[in-house]
């Protein structure tokens, strides 16, 4: 049976990749500053076949992890149809896939520190479904032989009028004896959008942390701009805040000049100008 839905499936292989060149600026703790180069080409490779029976089966890779990829231990494979998606590989946890981070700046990223720092990490098992406008998931650590590794996610999104979207999403992960919580919510209105994300975590026997991420971007006639914020509290800790401020202008062919000002717990300063592009 196998063999005969193969021989059904029509191949599909496509390669995109991504690209960015420019230079950045760092402030170190004793207040020097250097300057250095950012430069960085990638490579994806995604392959699919789809059977009569309306299964779909493919596999993603980046060029430079194609030997990981081999041992199993980079890229993901998937099998979807009308039961949902299966997927397997280097893959996040369920909650970050909902909720995910707010927007960064920058055309290196600058530290990401609008990201958060999800438990549900190196997952190699997951499952989505969508239903309507919900879409769940579930995602585990198969070589946590405890068992204990797991994380669960769920969005609600809907489009209100052609140009607004409205999307809220929630999310837990176990892992060990730490519970992580989070929750993220955006809205897009002509061409403005903004997010936030919260993110709770009793770290077990440690002590809990907090964080809260809010971004707001605007997109209009090519040019683009982004705000974000971030704030970290641990028991028995000082307080940490990240801040950054970016903008764009959208060239044409998929590329965007960027500049980028990022600052992080200490209010060390980074900045960044140079190219992205896409092809």
């Given at each position: 049976a196998l063999t005969t839905i193969a021989a059904c499936a029509e191949p599909n292989l496509s390669v995109d990749?991504?690209?960015?060149?420019?230079?950045?600026?760092?402030?170190a703790?004793?207040?020097?500053?250097?300057?250095?180069a950012i430069n960085r080409v990638r490579l994806a490779f995604t392959g699919s076949v789809e059977t009569d029976m309306g299964l779909e089966m493919g596999a993603t890779i980046r060029a430079d992890n194609a030997a990981d990829?081999?041992?199993?231990?980079?890229?993901?494979?998937?099998?979807?149809?009308?039961?949902?998606?299966?997927?397997?590989?280097?893959?996040?946890?369920?909650?970050?896939?909902a909720v995910g981070d707010v927007n960064g700046v920058g055309v290196s990223g600058l530290g990401d520190?609008?990201?958060?720092?999800y438990n549900s990490s190196n997952h190699d098992l997951g499952y989505t479904m969508n239903v309507g406008p919900v879409s769940v998931g579930m995602s585990t650590n198969t070589s946590d032989i405890s068992g204990d590794n797991m994380a669960l996610g769920a969005t609600f999104s809907m489009g209100i009028m052609d140009d607004t979207?409205?999307?809220?999403?929630?999310?837990?992960?176990?892992?060990?004896?730490?519970?992580?919580?989070?929750?993220g919510a955006a809205t897009t209105v002509m061409g403005v959008t903004a997010g936030i994300v919260?993110?709770?975590?009793?770290?077990?026997?440690?002590?809990?942390?907090s964080a809260t991420a809010i971004s707001a971007s605007f997109d209009v006639a090519g040019v683009s701009a982004t705000i974000f914020q971030k704030n970290v509290t641990t028991v028995g800790a000082i307080d940490?805040?990240?801040?950054?401020?970016?903008?764009?202008?959208?060239?044409?062919g998929g590329s965007t000049a960027?500049?980028?000002?990022?600052?992080?717990d200490a209010g060390v300063q980074q900045m960044d100008v140079g190219i992205s592009f896409s092809f």
């Open positions: 990749g991504s690209a960015r060149l420019g230079v950045k600026s760092s402030e703790a004793d207040g020097t500053t250097s300057t250095s990829g081999n041992a199993g231990t980079a890229g993901s494979q998937w099998i979807s149809g009308s039961f949902g998606k299966l997927s397997m590989g280097d893959l996040n946890g369920a909650d970050e896939n520190y609008n990201e958060l720092s979207n409205v999307a809220v999403s929630i999310g837990q992960s176990t892992v060990g004896a730490a519970t992580q919580t989070s929750m919260m993110s709770e975590d009793d770290n077990g026997a440690d002590a809990a942390t940490k805040s990240y801040q950054g401020v970016g903008v764009g202008y959208n060239l044409g960027k500049f980028g000002v990022a600052k992080d």
